[in-house]
């Protein structure tokens, strides 16, 4: 379609003659000015897009045409929206699970280590020492015996009686 001056015209007469009203369907449907104004600015897209067919069209299916586009387009807007609300929340209860599991696992942890600890308490010296030489820095009976200059057997008996 070229661009002529009518074009222009028709559009400028069609905006000030309907922006209003347009706006005010958008809102009564989304009852968000920013959006209502995004939704009003694409119907006027749309409707220059279609501009042959408005040329058409009486004064009262004209004015049918343009609330029904705005309508529309209000109501994808607010599906849109709905879709966004309901991924958000989604990703929110996900979220907030992944949480809920982080806290029990390191609260699990924490248990663990208050049991170790009361546990070791109760133990002789040596076999702390082969514990936390074997538990904590993963070494083989045989270094921990150089270790802590007593001998393997030894060494492997210490654990034995944790």
Not at 92 to 101: F, L, P, Y
């Amino acid at each position: 379609m070229k661009n002529t001056n009518n074009d222009y015209e028709k559009m400028n007469e069609l905006y000030d003659q309907y922006e209003q009203k347009v706006y005010y369907v958008a809102y009564s449907i989304l009852g968000n000015v920013q959006q209502s104004e995004d939704v009003t600015q694409e119907t006027f897209i749309s409707l220059y897009q279609h501009l042959h067919k408005v040329s058409r069209l009486n004064t009262q299916d004209l004015k049918r045409y343009i609330m029904r586009i705005a309508k529309n387009k209000a109501i994808d807007s607010y599906r849109r929206n709905k879709r966004q609300e309901t991924l958000l929340n989604k990703y929110q209860n996900e979220a907030s699970e992944v949480v809920d599991e982080n806290i029990e696992d390191w609260e699990q942890q924490l248990m663990s280590e208050d049991t170790i600890d009361e546990l070791l308490a109760t133990i002789a010296e040596s076999s702390k020492q082969v514990f936390k030489y074997k538990v904590f820095y993963n070494l083989p009976y045989s270094e921990i015996s150089k270790v802590m200059g007593i001998t393997e057997a030894n060494a492997g008996k210490q654990r034995c009686h944790l």
